[in-house]
């Protein structure tokens, strides 16, 4: 099996790892997608493979990927705070996003969105006192014909989400 040559930024994030190799490795990928003075634009790819590894995008995390790409921790907390895919607070076990724009609101986004704030006694943007859910307001996730609409952990979308389907998701997580 033959093995990706790396960077010197990535032999030493290697030397000293936050992330798996395997992480770093897929990094570098990202990185070769660009010309090689635009290693910056591989950032929102390398936030996105941080927090899948992480959970979430910690300081350190930001610390790792601005050296990785040769960037300025600054200039990666913009892009990190602009976008809402990426949590910079440590989320629950799962992030339980709702989405309330406009056509999902119109279809019962906003009822789902207050039934999950009741049943789990939080907010957006807060956590269960057991750590497990966290409940965050998405914009459109682009399936308004489904809706209402929830995103959990960024990676698995649930559709026509009623009060039943919302307990049993909602059991499911809390039971994982």
């Known amino acids: 099996m033959s093995t990706m040559p790396t960077s010197p930024d990535t032999m030493q994030a290697l030397n000293s790892p936050l992330l798996s190799a395997a992480a770093y490795l897929r990094i570098e990928r990202e990185v070769a997608k660009f010309p090689g003075d635009q290693k910056q634009s591989a950032v929102m790819a390398a936030l996105a493979i941080a927090q899948d590894e992480i959970g979430w995008v910690s300081q350190a995390v930001i610390d790792d990927v601005a050296r990785v790409l040769s960037m300025t921790p600054i200039a990666v907390w913009e892009v990190a705070t602009f976008y809402n895919m990426y949590a910079t607070t440590q989320p629950g076990t799962f992030k339980v996003g709702i989405c309330t724009c406009l056509p999902c609101a119109l279809r019962d986004g906003e009822k789902a969105a207050s039934y999950l704030k009741t049943k789990l006694g939080i907010g957006f943007g807060e956590t269960t006192p057991d750590g497990r859910i ?27 989400m009623s009060v039943q389907k919302l307990d049993a998701l909602v059991d499911e997580l809390k039971n994982t």
């Open 134 to 160: 966290t409940l965050v307001e998405t914009e459109c996730l682009g399936a308004c014909g489904d809706a209402p609409v929830l995103l959990v952990n960024n990676k698995r979308m649930c559709s026509f």
